[in-house]
T-cell receptor, first 110, second 113 residues
Framework: RKEVEQDPGPFNVPEGATVAFNCTYS??????FFWYRQDCRKEPKLLMS???SGNEDGRFTAQLNRASQYISLLIRDSKLSDSATYLC???????????FGAGTILRVKS | NAGVTQTPKFQVLKTGQSMTLQCAQD?????MYWYRQDPGMGLRLIYY???????DKGEVPNGYNVSRLNKREFSLRLESAAPSQTSVYFC????????????FGPGTRLTVL
């Protein structure tokens, strides 16, 4: 079983749609959680951290459920520029290493 | 402020050849990492260096060696390249003190024939 599992997609959605991604992780000792974004043939970049209480950054909302060990990302009012691969990322127990999911592909169409 | 830089951007090797991938960061970060990314697999940690003078194995270290030359530079060496090492290699760095953002270089696309 992979440490971090994501639905690979692709999710094909029209502009303006709301789309949600989920991710599950296996290490209950994980302390920190993130969503990274990776554009085609580019390096990953941090999109947002995920906090236990849930957090929002503009059109993006992240949620963490420690009991069920899953993380979600909600994107509202999708833009063409949101098309990318979204990586769910979880830290190890001591925080120095990150474990990456394989990513979920989002394609936003006009 | 260039962030994390990697050279080369592309490389084609024949089986058995050796090469070194270079990585440098100008953010005064203590920790540096080497990952490989393969389709459907996500990024997998090869080696990391928590601070200058230390290196540790990650998830997939076999066939690789690393050198933390100084605080800025962290190189990855393939001594005898194999087709299974065809991948995209990313270097990353972060400051110390817990799990906060890692900054990635642009990657090296390596093909081993």
């Amino acid at each position: 079983r992979k440490e971090v599992e994501q639905d690979p997609g692709p999710f094909n959605v029209p502009e303006g749609a709301t789309v949600a991604f989920n991710c599950t992780y296996s290490n209950s000792a994980s302390q920190s959680f993130f969503w990274y974004r990776q554009d085609c043939r580019k390096e990953p970049k941090l999109l947002m951290s995920v906090y236990s209480s849930g957090n929002e950054d503009g059109r993006f909302t992240a949620q963490l459920n420690r009991a069920s060990q899953y993380i979600s990302l909600l994107i509202r009012d999708s833009k063409l520029s949101d098309s990318a691969t979204y990586l769910c990322v979880v830290s190890g127990e001591y925080g120095n290493k990150l474990v990456f999911g394989a990513g979920t592909i989002l394609r936003v169409k006009s | 402020n260039a962030g994390v830089t990697q050279t080369p951007k592309f490389q084609v090797l024949k089986t058995g050849q050796s090469m070194t991938l270079q990585c440098a960061q100008d953010m005064n970060h203590n920790s540096m990492y080497w990952y490989r990314q393969d389709p459907g697999m996500g990024l997998r940690l090869i080696y990391y260096s928590a601070s200058e003078g230390t290196t540790d194995k990650g998830e997939v270290p076999n066939g690789y060696n690393v050198s933390r030359l100084n605080k800025r530079e962290f190189s990855l060496r393939l001594e005898s390249a194999a087709p299974s090492q065809t991948s995209v290699y990313f270097c990353a760095s972060k400051t110390s003190g817990g799990a906060i953002e890692q900054f990635f270089g642009p990657g090296t696309r390596l093909t081993v024939l």
